[in-house]
């Protein structure tokens, strides 16, 4: 079945940077696309970063310039690089795959950004 577990989450000041990764198993990987969520406390999931299977991306405007969403194919892993991190920026991250029809997520990771 589908599984996609997430890490590299953790406590950071503002203006640091994380780099949070989700592996994939249970499908293939490479043709399908992949995409960070995050929610915050009281807050609505919402959508942080996506890519396609050819690698087009698209990111939200409030994390545009600052974080990077990238693939590895070859890895079953999907990254996504967050530099000049900000409070607002505290939330669960989760990663997120549409595949045969459902939607398949990760268990999530914290990500705290305070000094």
């Known amino acids: 079945q589908v599984q996609l577990m997430e890490s590299g989450g953790g406590l950071v000041q503002p203006g640091g940077s994380l780099r949070l990764s989700c592996a994939a198993s249970?499908?293939?990987?490479?043709?399908?696309?992949m995409g960070w969520y995050r929610q915050a406390p009281g807050k609505q999931r919402e959508m942080v970063a996506r890519?396609?299977?050819?690698?087009?991306?698209n990111y939200a405007d409030s994390v545009k310039g600052r974080f990077t969403i990238s693939r590895d194919n070859g890895k079953n892993t999907v990254y996504l690089e967050m530099y000049s991190l900000k409070p607002e920026d505290t939330a669960v991250y989760y990663c997120?795959?549409?595949?045969?029809?459902?939607?398949?997520w990760g268990q999530g990771t914290q990500v705290t950004v305070s000094s």
């Open positions: 249970g499908y293939i990987f490479r043709i399908n696309p």
């Open positions: 997120y795959t549409p595949y045969g029809g459902d939607d398949y």
């Open positions: 890519i396609s299977s050819s690698g087009t991306t």
